[in-house]
């Protein structure tokens, strides 16, 4: 029997209604609700905290690093309970920041708690734990009946059990009455893991608005808090003719600049159009098939590594996360 540490960090799958009719994080033991969980693995439980998605920092993603790196050697899989909302960015942060562990790490949640009617995470909760047990080596999120790659996910539905899709690459499992993994997997290998846990998080997201003329962008240039950017193209990544001027003083500031695609699906290629090239002219970088949680994740474990050689460190491949 495979040997499981399950790592608690909150969200709804704990959560319960407080005193003003709002769910608050919750003092429940979670898995002691989830029936035979016991007969698949052999589980170890180790509280990290309780707190809204929402409020979940880098320490917090530093602290799961931390307890991974310490009992590596002694558990087959980890899940992560988490909540949904910033479930992806999370997993996109621990792909950057536990590399090379050839092991499963899911994480899960829940979109009712475990005390509503009707409550999801009994079978997230499950069926995580089994996925942990499985041929997986890489960062997965398992939620409703996908196990998707953590760095190529999003969040999808507020309502729905199927919360979470990867519209950049196909799902790596599916869930019915058993597990049916997919050849597109990173499959368990025995590696050498490293933990990296210094990071950067002055990083400011840039969204363009058709027709807006607000000179918001000038602000990153002296702000000193600000350490990179990250511009939400149009298209391919395409830049207004007004921004560019200021995306040139900011890189000449030492600040990186990336571009993304706010499309679904695709990648972003900055020299189809003179409105991308001219970008990429000023020194803006592609952020190919990033979404934006993966570009901002990555950015800060790049920053963190070494800001001098941010170039390298962005655009190393880490699983499977560029193409």
Known sequence: MKKILILDTGGTISQEVGAEGALVPGVADIIKIVPRLSEIAD?????????????ITQDIRVAITKEIELRHMDFDGFVITHGTDTMVDTACALNYMIQNLGKPIVLT??????????????????????????DIGEVVICFGDRILRGNRSIKENVHGFNAFNSPRTPFIGNLGIDIKLNENRIKRFDGTPKFFTNYNSGVAIYTQVSGGETDLLQYYIKEPTVTGVIIQGFGTGNIQHRLIKDIKKIIDCGKPVIVITTCLEGNTILDQYQTGLLAKQAGALAGKDL??????????????????NFKKYFYQEVGRDMI
Do not use: C, W
């Open 291 to 308: 979404s934006i949680h993966a570009a901002t994740q990555k950015m800060i474990y790049a920053l963190g590594r070494d800001s001098e």
């Open 43 to 55: 589980i170890s439980y180790k509280l990290i905290t309780r707190v809204d998605s929402t409020d």
């Open 109 to 134: 949640g829940a979109q009712l708690p475990m005390f509503a009617p009707g409550p999801d995470g009994l079978n997230n909760l499950y069926y995580s734990v089994k996925a942990a047990t499985d």
